[in-house]
C-alpha cells in the first residue's frame, strides 16, 4: 500500500476531511509519494549495509575496504567472499580455518596439507585453470601463512575419461573444440 492510500485510511475514519477533494488529496498524494521514496532510499540502504543481503555498491564500498578484491562477479558469490576474508582473525592458521577463509578469494578453494610446510590448493568443481588466476593466486598467497610452500593442483580430463566420452578423434574434430576446451570438458 502506497503511503498516500495509507494516509487517507488514516483520516478517513475522521470523517473531517474530504480526502477526494484537489486540495486534502493532492496534499495527501504529494506527502505519501514523498514518503514513498523516503522508504524505497530507505530498503536500499537497509538492504546494502549487510553481506548477506547486499546486492550493489554496498559489496563495492565492502571490497574498497580490502588490499585485494575477490575475483567473483555475482553479488551473491562476492558477498560470500568478502564475509570470508572478514572472518580472518589472529587465529586463522589452522587447517580448518584456511579452508574457512580460502573461499575469500572468490572462487570455490581448498587446501589440503601435503606434508610439513607444503599444501595444495584444489579448486573443485572448476575445470582447468580458475578465470582470473593470476590474481586469485595472489590474494590466495596473502591468505595463507608466508612460510608455507604452495601447489596448485588444476581439474582436467584424463585420457580414460576421453575414450569414455569420445569415441574417436573424429567425434572431437566434429565439436570443433580447442584445446582447452578438450582437456576441460568434464562433467
Avoid at 34 to 52: G, K, N, P, T
Avoid at 122 to 136: D, N, T
Amino acid at each position: 500500500m502506497s503511503h498516500a492510500a495509507y494516509l487517507r485510511e488514516l483520516l478517513r475514519p475522521l470523517g473531517v476531511y474530504d480526502l477526494s477533494a484537489p486540495f486534502n488529496g493532492g496534499e495527501l498524494d504529494a506527502q505519501g509519494e514523498a514518503l514513498d521514496q523516503c522508504m524505497q532510499r530507505l530498503e536500499e540502504i537497509q538492504r546494502e549495509s549487510s553481506l548477506m543481503t547486499a546486492q550493489d555498491w554496498g559489496l563495492e564500498h565492502i571490497a574498497r575496504l580490502l588490499v585485494r578484491r575477490p575475483v567473483a562477479t555475482d553479488p551473491r558469490a562476492l558477498g560470500a567472499a568478502l564475509a570470508a576474508l572478514l572472518r580472518i582473525g589472529g587465529d586463522s592458521f589452522t587447517l580448518e580455518a584456511i579452508n574457512d577463509t580460502i573461499s575469500g578469494c572468490g572462487v570455490p578453494a581448498l587446501v589440503k596439507e601435503l606434508g610439513v610446510g607444503q599444501v595444495a590448493v584444489f579448486f573443485p568443481g572448476i575445470a582447468g585453470e580458475p578465470p582470473g588466476f593470476q590474481e586469485l593466486k595472489v590474494i590466495i598467497e596473502d591468505i595463507l601463512p608466508a612460510h608455507l610452500g604452495i601447489v596448485y593442483k588444476f581439474w582436467f580430463i584424463t585420457w580414460e575419461e576421453l575414450e569414455e566420452k569420445f569415441p574417436t578423434w573424429q567425434s572431437i574434430e566434429e565439436k570443433k573444440f580447442s584445446w582447452n576446451d578438450l582437456e576441460t570438458s568434464v562433467d
